[in-house]
Each structure stands twice: as structure tokens, then as C-alpha cells.
Nanobody
Framework: QVQLVESGGGLVQAGGSLRLSCAAS????????MGWFRQAPGKEREFVATISWSGGRIYYTDSVKGRFTISRDNAKNTVYLQMNSLKPEDTAVYYC????????????????WGQGTQVTVSS
């Protein structure tokens, strides 16, 4: 009963930037954690970043630290992923996620996923 829709993906050259957005709709009541995952060709889906309801607890996978920034606007039920200094290894389908049962972290299994948005970084 919660829908997540990602946008903002595309093709960019190495060193460039993209900003992904994920808008939640439906039963978005209360406080909940959101985050981003990605899946590269031939690889398993991996964690990228999570953010607590308040925005005060943020976690990134090591490979994106210093380059990506996760943020959220609860008034818009939207989470963002600002991606700077993109590298070819960032190429993947990026998925938005929400955990309606937890305020600070996404706790597996993820209960809500977006449809994914393709990010392709050329060298």
C-alpha cells in the first residue's frame, strides 16, 4: 500500500553528476527509514545509502562515501540521492527502498521497493 517511484537516472560521463529522486505515495503514515540500493549487471543488489526519518542517521557504503549524498524531504515524502564524481563502476539500476516499520534503519527484508532507475556512467 506504499508506492515508490524513482526518477533522475540517465547517461553521464565519468566525473559527472546526477540526482535521483524517489517519491513515496499511498499509506505513508508515521516515521520511516528510506534508502537506496543498486544492482549492476551480473551482480547482486547492494546497499548504497540509508537515511532515518529525521535525517540524523545516515549511512553509506564505503565506495560512495564522499561522493554521494542522501537526503529527504518528509513534507514531500521524497528521498534524494545526489551523486557526484561518478565512476563507471557506479553503473547500475538504482532502487529506492522504504521500511515503514523502522524509524532509523532499513531492516531486511526490505518491504517496499521502487521500480528502479538506470544510471550509466561512461568512461
Amino acid at each position: 500500500q506504499v508506492q515508490l517511484v524513482e526518477s533522475g537516472g540517465g547517461l553521464v560521463q565519468a566525473g559527472g553528476s546526477l540526482r535521483l529522486s524517489c517519491a513515496a505515495s499511498g499509506r505513508t503514515f508515521g516515521s520511516y527509514a528510506m534508502g537506496w540500493f543498486r544492482q549492476a549487471p551480473g551482480k547482486e543488489r547492494e546497499f548504497v545509502a540509508t537515511i532515518s526519518w529525521s535525517g540524523g542517521r545516515i549511512y553509506y557504503t564505503d565506495s560512495v562515501k564522499g561522493r554521494f549524498t542522501i537526503s529527504r524531504d518528509n513534507a514531500k515524502n521524497t528521498v534524494y540521492l545526489q551523486m557526484n564524481s561518478l565512476k563507471p563502476e557506479d553503473t547500475a539500476v538504482y532502487y529506492c527502498a522504504a521500511d515503514m516499520a523502522h524509524i532509523d534503519y532499513i531492516v531486511p527484508p526490505v518491504n517496499y521497493w521502487g521500480q528502479g532507475t538506470q544510471v550509466t556512467v561512461s568512461s
